[in-house]
Every structure is written in structure tokens, then in C-alpha cells.
């Protein structure tokens, strides 16, 4: 009986793919770099129609299309999307970690330089801070040598390395597993030593890429905290 009913012959008509994506978001926040901003807001990143195509044997296939925001100085700023939205290769692009297909992103820095990602990605990368979705550590190094490669790596010199290591070291709660290697670490503070890492060196811009990720509700409060505080 069913082929008597009406909507079997007049089915509803599926929404497309773009109208549906226009329900679910019906503004597109389009940043306007000649509109003032608010009293005591200072633009710190700037990105611009920025575009990721990996080619493979099925064809072109766009992972980051024309993403174009504005994160703000001493700020923090959440990138939101489903699994395989494109947040980590967006972060991978913005670092310098992948070259982008088009676009482009400019930081602007503490002294006013402004640092575009296809022009002076030495120069950023010494103003970056990267805490990837994965830990990249060596098993074999101490918390303490781990921060004093990456401060070298960074600029920093002398007496001032010890310093930067401390500070980073009491920021996220180390300081008793500061001669610790890190095979000996649990997974969350490997993930602390990874925010540490990014947070060394008075980084002008840390990007966290899940950086709570796999750790129990306690380790999870505790970073959130530490990633407030590094924020003043």
C-alpha cells in the first residue's frame, strides 16, 4: 500500500550539501583588516584566503579551503571542526610545517614587524611556539635537555637559557621530574612537556594542537590552567 501514498510519487526533496551548510552556519565571519578594532584588542594574526590541495591518484582533494580569521594578542583562540575538518593541517601550514597552496597568513609582532608565512618563515618560525597532536620527544633526554636544545634552537643565549628553562619548568608543573627522562614520563606529562616546549622562549604565537588529548579530567583541568596563565 505504500506506492498509494503521496510521498512515495512527491518525495521530499533532499537538501544540497550548500544549503545545508548554510543552516548550520549562516554567516561566514569575513575579517575586514580596515576596520578598526576595539579599544585594547591588538590583531596578532592575520590569515588571508588560506588554501591546502593534496593531489592523490583519486584527483585534487581540498583540505583547507580559502580559510580566512583573526586571532588577537593575548588572546586564546579555539579552532573548532569535526575529524578531518583541516585544523591540523592548518596549524601544519600556519608553522611552516607544510606550504600552502595559496593564500597567506602575516604575523604581527611585539616590535611591529609583520611576518608573512611566504615571505619570512625563518623569522616566524623563531617567533612560533608548536605543541603538536602527537608527542615528538626523545626518549632518551631529560625534561631539562629537551628545553635547553629547543631555547638554542630558538636564540636564546647564556645565562638567560637556565632562566627560560626554570620558568617554563614552574609554568607547568615539572620541576620534580626536571632530570627525568622522557620514556619515564606518563602521557600527562609528556603532553605538559610538549606545552612546555611551545611555550619556551616567550613564544609571540603557541599553537596547541588538541593538547589535552588522551589524559585523564585532572591533567586536562591542570593544563587548561597553565594555558590560562601563560596567556597574561
Avoid at 29 to 43: A, F, H, M, Q, V
Avoid at 124 to 145: F, I, M, R, S
Avoid at 175 to 193: C, W
Wanted: hydrophobic content about 35%; aromatic content about 8%.
Amino acid at each position: 500500500w505504500f506506492f498509494l501514498l503521496p510521498s512515495y510519487w512527491c518525495p521530499r526533496r533532499i537538501a544540497s550539501y550548500s544549503e545545508k551548510k548554510s543552516r548550520v552556519f549562516p554567516s561566514v565571519y569575513e575579517p575586514d583588516p580596515n576596520k578598526p578594532l576595539p579599544s585594547g584588542i591588538t590583531r596578532g594574526l592575520e590569515v588571508s584566503n588560506l588554501r591546502k590541495e593534496f593531489v592523490s591518484e583519486h584527483g585534487t582533494v581540498i583540505a583547507v579551503d580559502n580559510l580566512s580569521l583573526d586571532m588577537f594578542r593575548d588572546q586564546v583562540f579555539a579552532l573548532l571542526g569535526h575529524n578531518g575538518a583541516g585544523k591540523t593541517t592548518t596549524i601544519n601550514m600556519l608553522s611552516g610545517m607544510f606550504p600552502v597552496t595559496s593564500g597567506d597568513a602575516i604575523l604581527h609582532t611585539r616590535d611591529k614587524r609583520q611576518l608573512s608565512i611566504s615571505e619570512h618563515l625563518g623569522a616566524l618560525k623563531n617567533a612560533l611556539g608548536v605543541c603538536p597532536q602527537h608527542d615528538v620527544l626523545y626518549p632518551d633526554l631529560t625534561v631539562k635537555e629537551h628545553l635547553k636544545i629547543l631555547a638554542r634552537i630558538k636564540g636564546i643565549q647564556g645565562s638567560t637559557i637556565q632562566e627560560e628553562v626554570d620558568k617554563a619548568i614552574q609554568l607547568v608543573g615539572l620541576t620534580e621530574k626536571v632530570n627525568a627522562y622522557a620514556r619515564s614520563l606518563s602521557g600527562g606529562q609528556k603532553r605538559k612537556l610538549s606545552i612546555c616546549l611551545a611555550l619556551i622562549g616567550n613564544s609571540e604565537l603557541v599553537f596547541l594542537d588538541e593538547p589535552t588529548s588522551g589524559v585523564d579530567p585532572y591533567s586536562r583541568r591542570s593544563m587548561w590552567e597553565v594555558i590560562r596563565r601563560a596567556k597574561k
